[in-house]
Every structure is written in structure tokens, then in C-alpha cells.
């Protein structure tokens, strides 16, 4: 059953939001009972999913959706011991409106969330259905008929009932919107989340941050799929092994050892974090994190120490640790690959239908961002798989002292380690030491072998290419992000009236000494006739 529970969270007057109804309804805990005066009662592990789903600032927007993991339960018994992932949309009504109001509502607007626990990240397949049963219940203007909630729990299992495709799972997220949006700096933070730091995501639009957040996460091949342990740096990462997964690739994303593990032991995933878990980033057990949120406090907050603050309200990446922003720099081949990625979104970009044509869809963008990975990946096991420059120059220094003869293969595997070590310069030295530091690249190499090398990549997708092509795409891309176009319009245009009136002067002159130049009937020019004036006078 992927659909665990779907429930009603409410404002309340003096306790602040409150679980007010629960389908199927929770295990009773040990030693006390499920509910009381105040709402459902929940366990320990479960004390902050109220504040989940009325975000801060709730009551400025009508309606929105946020995205949000939740550890397992210890004494919860059939329920997978792993993270549970909900979605929430919340509405608010004015109260006069209501056919039905209950002793509780003492303020003028009421404000209540229905949301939805799964097993499985599939917040934009539940997304629309959500938004109706919302929309639905609001309108009964009767918050005691929660039928249809019950309803709703029942109906979406049966339509989830199917194994689930990479499609389902995408859903919701848009790899268009996201480099049309942050651009160059889209690669910077995919390759931000190579390196286990704190990155926080802050914006005014909670859902926009989540959706961001898990668009870079499937950029990650089946990376998606295994969010088992998410929710808690406690739990400890293990891949989906139980899954059956229909991919036409699926032989070579295993033989890359995907997924990377970049969440493992000690590391912290909230989409949405209220400011209830706050200790959850200051915690000595959480060692790296990326979570977004729409209070400005976690950004003030000298404990939270982010590395990061990824602004998603005007695309900009603000680099608290000054070290991680020269080591995620990218290079001339990495700007080169994002530009080319960046102009295919440029110019099918159609904010009424994003996905009219594959150039540009997500699929497209996604095929890329595979095809920089694996060449990553394969470049590196090539260098590593090889014997070390260091080795090799000491078997020769040890052959010469000898009077061996060298033979030419033997030269050749040093000339072969240097060309291993170019194709490696275009990925960012200093960003791929810091990545081998991490604990996703040790489990990856301990659990990788020389078959990555079965089918020879030629290193970096845009290998070979120049600083000044970087400069000028830098250049660009920034005129582009600062709108440099539209505000030099009205320069453009005076530059351009001058620049018309003055090839019309220079075309003038020309005529006129073209005509100064052609002979008459005796062969002189005007220019002739000119100059015997002046020498007569």
C-alpha cells in the first residue's frame, strides 16, 4: 500500500496547529491513548508534522503545497522502519462563510491542511488530485464531513496501485524551469550536492523550494528512489534492492553503481523544514544537510552554519564558507556543457506548455546530466583503476640504474597516465579532491570495479574547450541574469540613431569623392580642375 494515511491538520486558537483527523487512524502508543482534547495524539518521532503543513506565513497565501519527510516510527509495528514522505495543501476560509461552526473557531479566517503520507516521493501524482479533495472539502463550508477524506485514502491506492515509473516520480519537478531559472549556476549546485555541505534553500514560495530541490535530486539516476533515509541523519543509507525498476538503461545505471549515496549516515533531506526541527541542524549527529525553508531565521542563525543559501526568489547562491565557492567553480568545458544546455532551453521555452518538443524537455536535460556523470565516472575509475605516476617512474628510475632496457609500452603507460589525468582537468581538480573526500565517493569506489570500463567514454562532454569560450559565456549568461538587454534598450536605441546618422554622413562623403574622382571629357577630375584654381590664385 503506498498511500498510508491521509489527514486533516487545523490552526487552532490556543494550541497552534492540530491533528484533527486521522484515516487510517494511528496505532495506539504504548501506555496512553490515540487522541485527547486537542486533537490526535502522535508519537515522539511525529511532533512537528502540524507544523509541517501550515507553514510560516501560511496566512498570507490562500493556497499552498508543501513538500516533507517524516522518520519512521519505533513502536509502530508493520510500518516500514524507513522515511515516509508527505504532501500537504493548505486553504483558509473566511469564517462567516461556514454552514457549520463549531465552538472552536473564534477568529475570523480558519485555516486547515489536508495532507497525504506515503511510502514513496510522488508528490506531483498526488498533487492535483489534492488540490480537488482540498477544494472540495473547503466547499462543503461543513469541517465535521470528512467522508471524503476517507474516500480519498482509498482511491488514490487503487490508482497508485501500479509499480511506479521514473515518469510518476518526476512529477512535479521541472528541469526546464530549474535552468531557466538558475542557469550557469544550475551546474554549480548539481555539483554542490556531490559534496555532503549545508545547503539551505530559502523563498517565499514553499512549494517552488521543494520542487527545486528534488528536480537537482533526479538529476541522480535512481537517487529518487532510494530516499530510505532521508528523514534522519541517524538512519543509515541501503539501496532499493527490492524494487523492480523498467529502465532501457538500466544495465549501465548499475554498472555505475548508481544511486550515489549522498544521503547517507549524518546527513539531513527536508524539502520543508519549519523552525520546530531547527536543532535538527545544529545537531552534533548531523554532519551535512540540505533543506529549504521560508523563515529567515535559519539564515541568522550562527549554529545552522550553512556553506550555502540558495535563494529561490532571485536565482542567486550566496557562499557563507568563501573556500566551497572556488572549489565549485566551473571550469571552460563546465560552462560550455550548461550553455548548450541553457540556449535549448532558451529557445523552447514557452511558459504555457514546457514540454511541447523533446530539445529541452526535461527527458532531454536529464539525458545530459547522465552523460556528464557517467563520463565523470568513467574518467575517473580510468585514473584510479592505473597505476600511480609515482610507481611507474620509480620502476623506470630502477630500470636505468640497472641498465634495462625501457621498452616503449612501458613509456607509453606514463604518457597514458598524464592524458588520464587531462580528462580529469575539465571536471575541476580541487571540486573532484573534495568529492573523494567524501563518504558517497568511498562507497562508491569500494563498490565499483574496472566494468565501469566496458564501454569507453572520451572524458568530458565539451572536452577541449578554451578559457575565453568560459569568459564569453559567463558574460552572457550574466547580462543575462541582470536583465543588462532591457535596461540598455533606450541606450541601445539612441546608439544606434547615432550609429545610422553617421553611416549616412560616411555614405555622403563617399558619393562625393567618388564624383571628385571620375575623369571628364578631358580627362581631368574635379579634384584637378580644384587644385590648378588654387595654384592660378
Not at 228 to 257: C, H, M, W
Not at 419 to 448: C, G, P
Amino acid at each position: 500500500m503506498t498511500i498510508i494515511h491521509v489527514i486533516c491538520v487545523a490552526f487552532h486558537h490556543r494550541n497552534g496547529p492540530i491533528i484533527e483527523y486521522v484515516y487510517p487512524p494511528f496505532p495506539t502508543l504504548e501506555g496512553e491513548s490515540t487522541d485527547n482534547d486537542v486533537g490526535v495524539k502522535l508519537p515522539k518521532e511525529w511532533k512537528e508534522l502540524p507544523f509541517f503543513c501550515l507553514p510560516d506565513g501560511a496566512h498570507k497565501n490562500n493556497e499552498d503545497f508543501v513538500w516533507f519527510h517524516l522518520p519512521p516510527v519505533a513502536q509502530w509495528t508493520g510500518y516500514d522502519k524507513t522515511s515516509f514522505f508527505g504532501i500537504s495543501c493548505y486553504r483558509q476560509i473566511a469564517s462567516d462563510q461556514l454552514i457549520n461552526k463549531t465552538p472552536d473557531i473564534t477568529r475570523s479566517t480558519v485555516q486547515k491542511a489536508v495532507l497525504v503520507i506515503t511510502q514513496k516521493p510522488i508528490f506531483g501524482s498526488i498533487r492535483e488530485k489534492l488540490n480537488v479533495v482540498t477544494q472540495t472539502f473547503f466547499e462543503q463550508k461543513d469541517f465535521s464531513k470528512m467522508e471524503i477524506l476517507s474516500e480519498f485514502h482509498t482511491n488514490l491506492n487503487e490508482q497508485l496501485s501500479k509499480p511506479l515509473t521514473d515518469s510518476v516520480l518526476f512529477n512535479g519537478t521541472s528541469l526546464k524551469t530549474l535552468v531557466h531559472s538558475f542557469r550557469l549556476k544550475t551546474l554549480t549546485l548539481y555539483k554542490l550536492f556531490f559534496l555532503e555541505k549545508r545547503i539551505i534553500f530559502f523563498g517565499s514560495k514553499v512549494e517552488t523550494l521543494c520542487s527545486f530541490q528534488y528536480s537537482l535530486i533526479s538529476l541522480f539516476p535512481d537517487l529518487i528512489r532510494n530516499l530510505q533515509n532521508v528523514a534522519s541523519p541517524a538512519l543509515q543509507f541501503e539501496r532499493n534492492t527490492k524494487e523492480i525498476i523498467n529502465r532501457d538503461n538500466r544495465e549501465k545505471v548499475e554498472r555505475y553503481g548508481m544511486p550515489l549515496s549522498i544521503f547517507g549516515k549524518g546527513c539531513f533531506f527536508q524539502p520543508y523544514i519549519p523552525l520546530q526541527q531547527i536543532d535538527m541542524l545544529t545537531s552534533k549527529e548531523t554532519t551535512s544537510y540540505i533543506v529549504g525553508t521560508s523563515n529567515a531565521i535559519f539564515l541568522h542563525n550562527k549554529e545552522c552554519n550553512p556553506d550555502v543559501i540558495v535563494n529561490v526568489d532571485d536565482f542567486t547562491l550566496e557562499f557563507r564558507n568563501k573556500e566551497l565557492e572556488h572549489i565549485v567553480s566551473l571550469t571552460p568545458a563546465d560552462r560550455k556543457f550548461i550553455d548548450e544546455i541553457i540556449k535549448i532551453v532558451d529557445s523552447s521555452w514557452d511558459d504555457g506548455n514546457n514540454d511541447i518538443m523533446f530539445d529541452g524537455s526535461d527527458p532531454s536535460i536529464r539525458s545530459k546530466f547522465e552523460l556528464y556523470l557517467f563520463s565523470l565516472l568513467y574518467s575517473i575509475k580510468l585514473y584510479t583503476t592505473s597505476p600511480s605516476n609515482s610507481t611507474i617512474e620509480n620502476q623506470i628510475h630502477q630500470m636505468e640504474i640497472n641498465n634495462q632496457i625501457i621498452r616503449p609500452e612501458q613509456v607509453n603507460v606514463i604518457t597514458q597516465e598524464f592524458i588520464q589525468k587531462e580528462l580529469l582537468t575539465d571536471f575541476n581538480l580541487e571540486w573532484l579532491k573534495a568529492w573523494m573526500d567524501t563518504k558517497n565517493y568511498n562507497l562508491w569506489e569500494v563498490t565499483t570495479d574496472s566494468d565501469v570500463l566496458d564501454v569507453p567514454i572520451d572524458g568530458h562532454p565539451c572536452k577541449g574547450s578554451s578559457a575565453f569560450d568560459g569568459v564569453e559565456i559567463s558574460l552572457r549568461n550574466t547580462i543575462k541574469d541582470l536583465n543588462i538587454d532591457k535596461k540598455m534598450e533606450p541606450l541601445k536605441q539612441g546608439f544606434n540613431s547615432v550609429l545610422t546618422s553617421a553611416e549616412s554622413t560616411f555614405a555622403k562623403l563617399v558619393e562625393t569623392t567618388k564624383k571628385r574622382d571620375v575623369p571628364s571629357a578631358d580627362g581631368t577630375t574635379a579634384a584637378d580642375s580644384n587644385n590648378k584654381d588654387n595654384r592660378v590664385n
